[in-house]
């Protein structure tokens, strides 16, 4: 597309000022900053035991503190998990000051062009876009209540269906989304869960405008109570009252029940929980893995260069995200429809949603993490500290679980 | 993100000047810069022991409350970037110092003799220049957690002093750290390369 190649000159031109300045520019670079070695921590210490002749009594060998202290100070300079919470860094610049380090006048040229893309975005498209977003919005509200008020059956599912994809595709329109769907034979089916990775609230929109899905979510006030409410007369949704929320049993019986019927539409879910930056999927929540039904995964990849689609909900609120959405060039995405999951014999929910998880990743070509996205708020578990204690334990002594079974670890007979 | 740049402009000409420790690149240190102000939650130029435990892969390494330590000086909470950049100066591969031979600088930070007292600081909490029996014990007992009985980590403990003790005193000092270290690969071990 013609925007990208201007994105791209417009970089070139900034690199060529800046070396004829003999500064420094800062080039941000998404495949890490340090080397980090390849061999596991564990075969790193026990690589020095190998080395000598093998002691009949647990050594601690003083040099094995290095293995854990370099670790340390690498993770301190650059770590695979606070890098995924904050937006992705741009090798080529997309004439947005907000993605940019090094905005300063390096030539006429460039600030014109910028100043020009300031004015089209602001004066042209923002307003467009606005106006289109409200109408989608009010479009929907004022349509599922209506067709609410029909009887249920046949009817009254075929206008739902086109009400809602009429007003999401207006929504579209509102962002100037370009979306490209592959693989569409394998779009989810009633009956079945549909799970994608999270980048954003626009993720909804995405989706629901190329087919039709149940919702779930949090009942909200305000605007979107009222919206809420709405769709919810047209077809049925779920949505929790706060309390619920907790209750686990409730929360899987409810969704059960709505995929058992198989006249409803397949259910939505963002197993992460919350937004991550488009760069790697992070662990899915095994709740509704743990259902027994068709898995519909489905992958997101948003194109960085012609607007950040990630949103930082501890950096900015709802509506100042959707602005920034909608004075950027627009939203340009892949969305690929993979095959239908199930569980197989012998699988826990754990390894099913793992499964999963590394399906969608390999498809949108992000990393796949094991780290919980819930570590955008939280602290770590210590869990995972004493699970690298008994790691060096092991190899410092040997484990021999005794006759109880017991996890305590012994070694040969001390003197 | 402009005022990233212009706080970076201001510190990158302090550091060209005062950066006395070894030839780190322009990139490198804007790189790092970058790092030290997406930690430093609160903005306010200087890292704070909680902004490190936020790293989960840190707070999860057994020796990580150490290791954060490390870069506070005595009884500070906050640590600057120009500290930040000091503790990490430690881990610059030994082979850089080849190319900048700088007779006025001392022994670079990075050497082998520095690494080791990097790592001899991680035990010798009392700051003695020994390592007693218990700082041992206290370093065996964060790496191994709960899975290794007390009776069993004393015996191993009292085995590592006694084959470092060449002195008697049953703690071990730094020479006689570095005697035992002799044969490790310290350079390899305790450096961090860069990409770029």
Redesign the interface.
């Given at each position: 597309r013609a925007c990208a190649d201007v994105f791209q000159w417009a970089t070139l031109r900034m690199e060529r000022g800046a070396r004829e300045k003999n500064q420094?520019l800062?080039?941000p670079?998404s495949?890490?900053?340090?080397?980090k070695e390849l061999v596991s921590l564990e075969q790193e210490i026990q690589e020095?035991r190998r080395s000598g002749i093998p002691a009949p009594?647990?050594?601690?060998d003083?040099?094995?503190?290095?293995?854990?202290?370099?670790?340390?100070?690498?993770?301190?300079?650059?770590?695979?998990?606070?890098?995924r919470f904050?937006a992705e860094e741009l090798e080529s610049w997309n004439l947005l000051?907000?993605?940019?380090?090094?905005?300063?006048h390096i030539s006429t040229r460039l600030t014109v062009l910028w100043g020009v893309g300031v004015l089209v975005r602001y004066a042209i498209l923002l307003p467009l876009r606005v106006t289109l977003a409200f109408t989608g919005v009010g479009l929907l509200v004022v349509l599922t209540s209506l067709i609410g008020l029909l009887p249920n059956g046949w009817v009254k599912s075929s206008l739902s269906e086109k009400a809602h994809l009429m007003c999401y595709r207006i929504c579209v329109r509102a962002l100037t989304a370009i979306i490209t769907y592959h693989d569409s034979e394998n779009k989810p089916k009633n009956g079945g869960i549909c799970v994608a990775n999270h980048t954003s609230p626009i993720d909804v929109i995405i989706l629901a405008s190329d087919g039709c899905y149940a919702m779930v979510g949090q009942v909200h006030g305000g605007l979107m109570g009222v919206i809420q409410r709405a769709m919810l007369k047209a077809c049925p949704h779920i949505w929790f009252e706060r309390s619920e929320v907790k209750d686990r049993h409730l929360v899987a019986k409810r969704l059960s029940d709505h995929v058992a019927d198989k006249t409803k539409l397949p259910i939505l879910i963002f197993p992460e929980g919350t937004c991550i930056n488009n760069t790697s999927v992070m662990m899915f929540k095994k709740g509704s893995f743990e259902i027994g039904c068709t898995v519909y995964p489905v992958a997101i990849k948003y194109d960085p260069r012609f607007g950040d689609a990630f949103w930082n909900s501890s950096k900015f609120g709802m509506v100042n995200y959707l602005l920034h959405m909608m004075s950027s060039w627009g939203v340009v995405c892949s969305v690929w429809y993979l095959p239908p999951m199930r569980r197989e014999e012998g699988e826990d929910a754990v390894q099913f949603a793992n499964r999963v998880k590394a399906a969608i990743a390999r498809k949108g070509g992000l990393a796949d993490l094991l780290?919980d996205g819930g570590?955008k708020r939280e602290?770590?578990k210590k869990v995972?500290?004493?699970?690298?204690?008994?790691m060096?334990?092991?190899v410092?002594?040997g484990v021999s679980e005794d006759s109880h079974g017991s996890?305590?670890?012994?070694?040969p007979a001390?003197? | 993100m402009i005022v990233v740049l212009s706080r970076s402009m201001t510190i990158l000409l302090l550091l060209k000047v005062f950066f006395c420790f070894s030839a780190v690149s322009h990139s490198q240190i804007t790189r790092l810069y970058s790092r030290f102000h997406s930690l430093d939650k609160g903005e306010n130029g200087a890292l704070s022991r909680e902004d490190f435990q936020r790293i989960p892969e840190l707070a999860i390494n057994p020796l990580g409350d150490r290791i954060i330590n490390a870069f506070f000086p005595e009884g500070e909470d906050q640590v600057n970037f120009r500290g930040f950049m000091r503790t990490l100066a430690h881990f610059r591969p030994v082979e850089d110092n080849e190319k900048n031979k700088d007779p006025n600088s001392g022994e670079p930070l990075n050497s082998r003799n520095n690494k080791l007292l990097f790592a001899f600081r991680l035990y010798d909490l009392d700051r003695d220049d020994k390592i007693s029996r218990d700082e041992l014990l206290q370093v065996l007992r964060m790496m191994v957690g709960v899975n290794i009985s007390d009776e069993q980590l004393g015996s191993i403990a009292d085995r590592t002093i006694q084959e470092a003790d060449t002195n008697g005193d049953m703690s071990i000092s730094f020479s006689e750290f570095i005697k035992v270290l002799e044969k490790v690969d310290v350079e390899q071990k305790m450096s961090i390369r860069f990409l770029h």
């Open positions: 420094q800062y080039k670079y495949n890490g900053i340090i080397a020095v009594e647990p050594e601690f003083m040099s094995d503190i290095f293995s854990f202290c370099r670790r340390g100070v690498e993770s301190i300079v650059d770590d695979e998990v606070t890098k904050t000051t907000r993605s940019n380090y090094n905005f300063h780290w570590l602290k770590v995972f500290k004493e699970e690298q204690q008994k060096y334990s092991k410092l002594v996890e305590v670890v012994r070694g001390l003197e | -």
